[in-house]
Each structure stands twice: as structure tokens, then as C-alpha cells.
Nanobody, 123 residues
Framework: VQLQASGGGLVQAGGSLRLSCTASGRTISTYLMGWIRQAPGKEREFVAA????????YYADSVKGRFTISRDNAKNTVYLQMNSLKPEDTAVYYC?????????????????WGQGTQVTVSS
């Protein structure tokens, strides 16, 4: 499966962005999907995940209440709505797919990765 992330850009602090991740090659309707980010000079960190039918969502404490993950299996697409953005949210954001769904916040459990989209939040 190929994952294509889009929607990143430059935004002022307090602003919003909506990231999209569209899959091709096969359906992702049975996969847990996640967003992981990597800031310059830092390790990748879990941001949010959603189970196969959208019934369960998971968030890092740093984004809880500001970010919302959702999915549209008919469109083979996952979204990340990011509100009240902060400069510390600046990073490359990757979407990823996990076949077994056993570790939503465990980066090493993800099987497929997209190429990433840059999000820059200015102060």
C-alpha cells in the first residue's frame, strides 16, 4: 500500500491546518491508521491514531483537545484536523498504517509509511 500525505504548509500560531493521507494499491479499511511527526533534531513521535472503523481514537497528550483524527474508508483517506497550532507543532508529519492495530501509539508497530508533509507554525 502507498500512502500520500498532503495539506502541510506555513501557518501562524493559533491557526489551523487539515492534513490528508490518501492510500493507493489496496484498501486501508482494515488497518489502524496513525499520524507521526518528526521535528528537526528530534526523534519521531506519535501524534494520533484511529482504529479501522473510526470507533477508537488515540492522541498524544501534547495534542489532545487540539487535533482530531478521522477517516473515510470509502475514499481510502485519513485526516488530521489541527487547531490552535503552536510553534512546537512544527515538524514533518507522516501518515502510517498498522496491520494488526495492537500498538496505536507504538511507532515501531507501523508497517507502511507515507513520505511526510511539512508543517511550520510561526510565532
Amino acid at each position: 500500500v502507498q500512502l500520500q500525505a498532503s495539506g502541510g504548509g506555513l501557518v501562524q500560531a493559533g491557526g489551523s491546518l487539515r492534513l490528508s493521507c490518501t492510500a493507493s494499491g489496496r484498501t486501508i479499511s482494515t488497518y489502524l491508521m496513525g499520524w507521526i511527526r518528526q521535528a528537526p533534531g528530534k526523534e519521531r513521535e506519535f501524534v494520533a491514531a484511529i482504529n479501522w472503523n473510526g470507533g477508537s481514537t488515540y492522541y498524544a497528550d501534547s495534542v489532545k483537545g487540539r487535533f482530531t483524527i478521522s477517516r473515510d474508508n470509502a475514499k481510502n483517506t485519513v485526516y488530521l484536523q489541527m487547531n490552535s497550532l503552536k510553534p512546537e507543532d512544527t515538524a514533518v508529519y507522516y501518515c502510517a498504517a498498522q496491520i494488526n492495530g495492537l500498538g496505536p501509539d507504538n511507532i515501531s508497530f507501523y508497517d507502511y509509511w507515507g513520505q511526510g508533509t511539512q508543517v511550520t507554525v510561526s510565532s
